[in-house]
């Protein structure tokens, strides 16, 4: 994700004076690295404009960024979001595409996560472990056809271990990949 915000495009948060650095108050009953966890959300720029703007995670600005220079989000496009937990991607994808569940031509969003997701305007959740077997041919019946854009911002939970974390999040990019070259339309994107 671009962490300057100084692209000025429409996903980018804008520069403005800095707010003053919050302090995590309960430190003494967190582990370090949940205290360094707050500490960074605390004093993120993102998750308050993510709080500010109705976005239900920061990482919604990572896919305005990246859809603004890219223009992969064209309205009527039938787009998978794996790993779309909380649901900021799913929002975005949802409003670009102009999706509507009723209308079988208009723009479609299916997101998959392991974890619960809150409703989404416009889009299909589904709540699956995309690792178990089968996960990847429930998601291709609910498209019926092929997808003009397969998105996965998945991530492993971390063990603090760095080979082992690298190795989760490779894995989860070559499946995410294998499965974006199954389903994907000619000319689609990945
Ligand atoms: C960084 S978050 C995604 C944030 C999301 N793009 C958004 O904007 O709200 C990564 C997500 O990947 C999910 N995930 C990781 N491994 C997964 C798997 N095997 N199957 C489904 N979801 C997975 C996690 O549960 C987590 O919610």
């Known amino acids: 994700m671009a962490k300057s915000g100084k692209s000025g495009g429409k996903g980018s948060v804008s520069g403005g004076t800095r707010a003053l650095k919050v302090r995590v108050k309960t430190a003494r009953n967190r582990s370090n690295s ?47 979001d794996l790993g779309c ?16 569940v009723s209308s079988p031509r208009a723009g479609r969003v299916i997101g998959l996560d392991y974890l619960e997701t809150e409703p989404v305007p416009g889009a299909t959740i589904l ?7 089968g996960a990847d041919d429930t998601v291709k019946d609910l498209l019926a056809g092929e997808a003009d854009l397969v998105l996965s911002d998945m991530a492993a939970p971390t063990t603090g271990h760095k080979q082992t974390d690298h190795l989760r999040i490779m894995h989860l990019c070559e499946v995410a990949a294998h499965f974006a070259i199954e389903v994907l339309a000619p000319g689609g994107a990945f």
């Open 34 to 80: 949940s205290a360094r966890w707050l500490q960074r959300q605390l004093n993120d720029p993102y998750v308050h404009a993510a709080k500010r703007e109705g976005y239900r995670s920061r990482a919604a600005f990572k896919l305005l960024e990246i859809d603004d220079r890219f223009h992969l989000l064209k309205p009527g496009a039938r787009v998978v």
């Open 85 to 100: 937990a909380p649901g900021g991607w799913c929002q975005i994808a949802a409003k670009r595409v102009k999706s509507d």
């Open 127 to 133: 709540q699956l472990d995309f690792l178990d077997e």
